[in-house]
């Protein structure tokens, strides 16, 4: 157990609607990241906060938004869901967002189906 | 992100030592070289760590060539639990310290 939350663990919803995913961080982690896995591309890392703060973009569509909130658990928010937006997504958490040898630690994902 | 290049398999038998391979030529000197696995259908774990010299720690150790254009991980022991794809990966310093994942190596485990 990383101590990394993730909820909902399966998600199955139709196309055009929107989902929001949720990620309690490590007790005293300030940095939350969110990841996305598919089949034919990997593990993509799409967005990091740190303390509130967006830190550092990465291949995140408009349609998705994230935000982290005072209590430092986030928010993964997908929109207009698209058949290809079926993955794996993973939140994880590190101490702090500067720290190039602190651990990141991965939750055990949630699983959305878009049909 | 500077890249790293890694075999897409390898094989072993269990209880028998593994050498993962992993190549970054362009390493620059502030880089980090991380190593995470992710066992099937579990989040990605954390392995090891290192910046210059070799490391060991209870899961493995890691071997780091002296100049630092490839390193090895090294599971002295493999067991069944221990088939994932491990993941090399170069940590860039600075505010933006976030994983940048390749395909990692696919480890088999033969009882």
């Known amino acids: 157990d990383s101590g990394v939350t993730q909820t909902p663990k399966h998600l199955i919803t139709a196309t055009g609607q929107r989902v929001t995913l949720r990620c309690s961080p490590r007790s005293g982690d300030l940095s939350v990241y969110w990841y996305q896995q598919s089949l034919d591309q990997g593990l993509q890392f799409l967005i990091q906060y740190y303390n509130g703060e967006e830190r550092a973009k990465g291949n995140i569509l408009e349609r998705f938004s994230a935000q982290q909130f005072p209590d430092l658990h986030s928010e993964l928010n997908l929109s207009s869901l698209e058949l290809g937006d079926s993955a794996l997504y993973f939140c994880?958490?590190?101490?702090?967002?500067?720290?190039?040898?602190?651990?990141?630690?991965f939750g055990e994902g949630s699983w959305l189906t878009v049909v | 992100d500077a890249k790293t290049t890694q075999p897409n398999s390898m094989e072993s038998n269990e209880e028998e030592p593994v050498h993962l391979p992993c190549n970054h030529s362009t390493i620059s000197g502030t880089d980090y070289i991380h190593w995470y696995r992710q066992l099937p259908s579990q989040g990605p774990e954390y392995v090891i760590h290192g910046l210059t010299s070799n490391v060991n720690n209870r899961m493995a150790s890691l071997a780091i060539a002296e100049d630092r254009k490839s390193s090895t991980l090294i599971l002295h022991r493999a067991t069944l639990r221990d088939a994932a794809v491990y993941y090399c990966i170069l940590r860039v310093g600075g505010a933006n310290s976030k994983l940048t994942f390749g395909k990692g190596i696919t480890l088999s485990v033969r009882p």
């Open positions: 994880a958490s590190s101490v702090a967002g500067q720290g190039i040898g602190n651990t990141i630690y």
